[in-house]
């Protein structure tokens, strides 16, 4: 049978273990709550944004812009890549962070694979938010920017401005000719699947998936046979949307995956403080049993000593 002192400080450590994780769900809830409200803010402005950029695709003919041209590789050129891959800076929140490593080096192992069945080479270069993926990622070989270091924790539109700006730089010098953004999509609460979305050249799939309403009504209210006119023209128009686009996607991903993190804690903390409470009836169980078998060995003790006295 267990001893009973030790038994008694399991059960202490394991009750403060639960006081713990409960205070840490707690945090977690109400740092996802705020977060969701830091992205449903911005939203109706990146949907308005989103879809003029589907106007001004769907009623102009030629339009010259680089985030809209996705140049073809041939048979001994170079696809350069970057990837930014929004990771956490803390633990405990279960199997998240190992997820964006695991896509991560899914995709980057994946263009590789289809690059070099086709004769062409491939280029990639990591900028990881968060310091645990960087560490991982670092430490399995792949090629990651230790310059690169954006906290995820509280995400503010300047810093997505920030990076938006790192990435509309480096691409237009031709640093690299697709930028993908890594990281985890929250669809409820109870449902976050990591994505990657490639975010320059622009993928018309990336911003039907932020219009909040159906992209085939836009342009509805323009009269039959009505033609768009933009102001000075469409490129430069478009130009405008593109540093909102960029800022706004980069932004709701940071958003998504703060959120996210928090969603993740707050379940892994959920089932701490679960399996603590199951472990303490269990430890008060055993408590229970050894303290009974104590006072038995006590009482059997005494019935045997003064049985021996009266035997004298």
């Not at 809830?29 to 589907?54: G, I, N, T, W, Y």
């Not at 199997?95 to 994946?110: F, L, S």
């Not at 004769?119 to 310091?131: A, C, D, P, Q, W």
């Not at 593109?242 to 800022?247: P, R, V």
């Amino acid at each position: 049978m267990d001893n009973l002192n030790a038994i008694k400080k399991r059960i202490k450590s394991v009750n403060d273990i639960s006081q713990m994780t409960n205070a840490m769900q707690l945090v977690s809830a109400s740092k996802m709550r705020r977060s969701m409200m830091m992205h449903d803010s911005v939203q109706p402005f990146f949907s308005l944004c989103a879809e003029s950029m589907q106007e001004i695709l769907k009623y102009t003919d030629e339009l010259d812009n680089p985030f809209f041209e996705l140049n073809q590789k041939v048979q001994g050129e170079t696809w350069k890549i970057a990837y930014f891959v929004l990771s956490g800076d803390q633990g405990l929140a279960g199997a998240y962070n190992n997820n964006m490593v695991k896509i991560t080096e899914e995709h980057v192992q994946r263009k590789i694979l289809e690059n070099s069945r086709k004769g062409i080479s491939t280029e990639y270069k990591l900028y990881v938010f968060g310091k645990l993926a960087r560490e991982k990622l670092l430490r399995s070989g792949y090629n990651v920017d230790s310059e690169f270091s954006f906290p995820i924790a509280e995400p503010t539109f300047f810093q997505a401005r920030s990076v938006s700006s790192i990435v509309k730089q480096k691409f237009l010098q031709n640093e690299f000719d697709l930028v993908y953004l890594i990281y985890t999509k929250m669809e409820s609460a109870a449902s976050m699947v990591p994505v990657a979305v490639r975010l320059a050249p622009v993928d018309m799939r990336s911003i039907h998936g932020v219009i909040s309403r159906d992209v085939e009504d836009a342009g509805l209210a323009i009269e039959a046979g009505g033609k768009v006119e933009y102001d000075p023209n469409p490129n430069e128009v478009f130009s405008f949307l593109i540093d909102t686009y960029l800022n706004a996607m980069i932004y709701g991903a940071m958003v998504d995956a703060y959120a996210s993190e928090q969603t993740a804690r707050l379940t892994a903390m959920d089932n701490a403080t679960n399996n603590a409470e199951e472990m303490m009836k269990k430890l008060l169980l055993i408590s229970n049993r050894a303290r009974q078998a104590k006072i038995t060995n006590e009482l059997t003790e005494i019935i045997n000593g003064a049985q021996q006295a009266d035997n004298l």
